[in-house]
C-alpha cells in the first residue's frame, strides 16, 4: 500500500495564519480609529483657540477703528497745522513791540529832560530880567556866559585858570549812559537819538560850564578825544586859541554838541597831545567818566578788558604828562569802573588839581 504524501501547509496552518492576519488587522484598525479621535480632538481645541484670537483681533480693529475716528475728530476741531511758526512769529512780533516801546519810552524821557531845561532856562532869564537895575554895575571878567538853575553853583571849587588851558573832552560811546546794557542799546541807535542822550547832554554842558570859565586873556584849546583825540575848532590843532573871542568858545561848544559818541577810550593818545603844543599848557582839565579801555594802539585782538587792564593802561598814559602840570578832572558817572574815582583822585592830588563829579540833575 502506497504512503500517503505529507503536505506542508495543510488547512489548519492556513486558517491560523488568516486568523492571525485577521488579528494584525483588527488591532491596526482599533488604534487608527484612536488616533483619528485624538486628532480630531486636538484640532477642536486648536479650532477654539483660533476663534478666540480671530474674535479678540475683530475686537480690536473695532476699537482701533473708533480711535481714528476720535483721532480725526480732534485733528478737526483743533487746527494744529502750522502751529509752531505762528508762536514763533507771535513772539517776534511782541519783542518788536517792546522793543519799540522802550524806545519811545526813551524818546519821550528824553524830550521831557530837555523841556524841562528849557523851562528852567526861560524861568531863570525872566527872573533875572525883573531884578535887573539901571545901573550897569561893575563889568564882568568872563568872555562867555553860562546859564543853570537858579543859584546853585554844581561846580564849585573848579578853578579854571591859567595861561595855556588845555580841555580834554571824552567823545567815546560810554558817555551815552550810565550803565553798559543802555550803551550798547543806544551804540546801536541812530546818530540823532545817541546826540539826545541825558549822559551825554550834560556832558557838553559841564564842559559848556568849564569854557565860561576860562579868564580873558588866556589862551586855550578844546579837544575831544575817544581812540584819537580831535580838536573841536576847525583848523585849531596844535594851535592855541584866544580867551579874549567868544566866537570860537561857542563854536567848540557847538562842535563838542553835534559830536556823536562813538569808540572807546585811549587817554595815552589825548595825553600826547600835552607835549605836542608849544608852549606846553599849564592846566589840563579832564571831563571823562571812567579809566581808559585801550592804549596808543587798538588791541591786535578785539575783546573785553578788566579794572586792573584798565588801571594799567590809565598808569601808562600818566607817564605822557610832564611834571609840574596841574590835572583837574570832572568825572561822569558811569557803573562797572570802581576803581576810576579813586586814579582819578590820586593824579588830582598829586598834581595839585581839582576832582568832583557833578550832580545828577546838573546843569
Known sequence: MARRKA?????SFLDVIACGFGAVVLFYTIISAQ???RRQENNDEIQAEVNKLEEEVLEGMKNLVVLRNSLDSTDRDTPTEGLA?????ETERLREQLAESEESSLSKRESIEKLKQDLKSIEESNRRLSAGTESEGKPGTRVKGFIGTGDRQYLQGMRVAGKHILILADASASMLDETLVNVIRLRNMP??????APKWRRAVATVDWVTSQIPAGSQWQLYGFNVKPFPLVEGSAGKWLSGDDSNSLNE??????TTVPKDGTSLENAFALITQLSPRPDAVIIITDGLPTQGAEPPAIRRTIDGDGRLKLFERALGKVPTGIPISVILMPMEGDPMAASAYWAVTRSTRGSFLSPARDWP
Request: charged share 35%.
Open 35 to 37: 488616533a483619528g479621535v
Open 7 to 11: 503536505e506542508v501547509f495543510s488547512l
Open 191 to 196: 546818530e540823532t537819538r545817541r546826540l539826545t
Open 85 to 89: 511758526a505762528k508762536i514763533i512769529e
Open 252 to 257: 567848540a561848544v557847538r562842535k563838542l554838541r
